[in-house]
């Protein structure tokens, strides 16, 4: 699977301040999307047990305030669930 290298890479991407590098991961990321890749939109929404796995929550528990790992589908079928941080 790409998933877990691209995720190391999209966070080297983030740490450092090169230009190449973000422009290769953006590149990447264009040709997965346009064969159905997607992350999983998580920051601010409620709680979806098809799409989330809770690791941390606070009194509420109910809306999503930070992403661990992303998550991802294709073709709109879940193939990572993202692990999140709930109020």
């Known amino acids: 699977s790409l ?6 890479l999209s966070l080297a991407s983030r740490q450092l301040d090169d230009v190449g590098l973000d422009m290769v ?3 990447l990321w264009q040709v997965l ?3 159905g890749l997607k992350k999983i939109d998580c920051i ?6 098809e799409l989330m796995e809770v690791v941390d929550k606070g009194e509420k528990g109910s809306k999503v305030i930070k992403v661990v790992r ?5 073709n709109d079928e879940v193939i990572q669930h993202a692990k999140v941080i709930l109020d």
């Open 70 to 74: 992303e998550g991802y589908l294709l």
């Open 33 to 35: 999307e346009m064969n």
């Open 3 to 8: 998933i877990q290298p691209l995720d190391n």
């Open 44 to 49: 601010n929404k409620k709680f979806d047990i």
């Open 25 to 27: 991961v953006s590149q």
